[in-house]
């Protein structure tokens, strides 16, 4: 199972960036996916997360009406949407799938992990 992780970079405040993360060697559609992100010095936080067939969505309150995730099964690939960026955006972020065995936000819930995409947002 691989996730590749993608679309990070350099932003200035109130900028956008889409991340994307394209998975391969599992059933994708049979997986939650979900966004997490670490600063550094602080432990690997909940993002946003959604359903198997994209219906119902999940988001952490830090982002809420910020951010939005959405998947594509026929690609593979589930996407992060972040408008209005603020420095405390700043991390490195990570995809992360599951078989719907746990909760949404936690990480010990998933089961396979990206490589991590850095997001930088200058003040």
Known sequence: VQLQASGGGLVQAGGSLRLSCAASGLTFSSYV???????PG???AFVAAISRSGGSTLYAESVKGRFTISRDNAQSTVYLQMNSLKPEDTALYYCAAQPYSGS???TRS???WGQGTLVTVSS
């Open 110 to 112: 998933y089961h396979y």
């Open 104 to 106: 949404w936000s936690t």
């Open 42 to 44: 602080t432990e690997r």
């Open 33 to 39: 996916m979900g966004w997490f992100r670490q600063a």
